[in-house]
């Protein structure tokens, strides 16, 4: 799992990654029993539990930049906002055509529960800030998210889908998510401390 540097993660973001590290943690693979093969192996996950946690998160992502942009007044922070909302949306509308395409439907699992739990933290957080301490409170949420989503899609997400449609959808969505992470870290270098 990635590494937290503490200077740079807010009360808020620290709460929200704390969460959801304890949400993988909660689903990390566990390694063969008879050590074959030496790799871990990935979560027990249907395709629907899957679909549930990118959905979930899809959800927040848009919940968070809504606050956001009704709420900050840095350009950079408010053009980021307006991206997760289009990307994220685009993402379930994705997600929706390939789910309706294979039959299945979204199951909560979990770590569902626990990422809409720490979601509802974090827009109370958000909601409660303004100014430069929003912004960097908002996209250093967004930092730890992203890093928590890359780290989920590699090692729990696309080795648990078992159907290949879903499989090319998180292989596709995993460059999309890594750009939202670079430009989160070149807006954080900009806002300072």
């Known amino acids: 799992m990635y590494r937290l540097r503490l ?13 959801l590290a304890a949400g993988l943690g909660a689903c990390a693979p566990q390694r063969a029993e008879n050590g074959t093969d030496g790799q871990p192996a990935p979560p027990a ?12 998160a899809n959800n927040g992502e848009i919940q968070e930049a809504q606050l956001v942009l009704q709420r900050s007044s840095n350009p950079a922070v408010r053009e980021f906002a307006q991206r997760m909302i289009a990307d994220h949306t685009a993402s379930n509308q994705r997600l929706q055509a390939v789910l309706s395409d294979i039959g299945v439907a979204p199951v909560p699992m979990g770590l569902t529960q ?17 100014g430069a301490d929003l912004d960097r409170t908002y ?3 967004q930092i730890t998210v992203h890093q928590w989503l890359i780290e989920s899609i590699d090692s729990m997400l696309i080795p648990s889908a078992s159907n290949d449609k879903l499989e090319d959808y998180l292989m596709d969505l995993r460059p999309t998510i890594v750009s939202h992470l670079e430009h989160a870290r070149r807006i954080r270098a900009s806002l300072g401390r």
């Not at 626990?114 to 303004?130: I, K, M």
């Open 7 to 19: 200077d740079r993660v807010t009360k808020a973001g620290l709460t929200s990654a704390l969460a």
């Open 45 to 56: 996950l249907s395709d629907a539990n899957v679909a549930s946690i990118v959905n979930s």
């Open 114 to 130: 626990q990422l809409d739990n720490s979601e509802s933290q974090t827009l109370q957080s958000l909601g409660d800030r303004t």
């Open 139 to 141: 996209i250093d949420h």
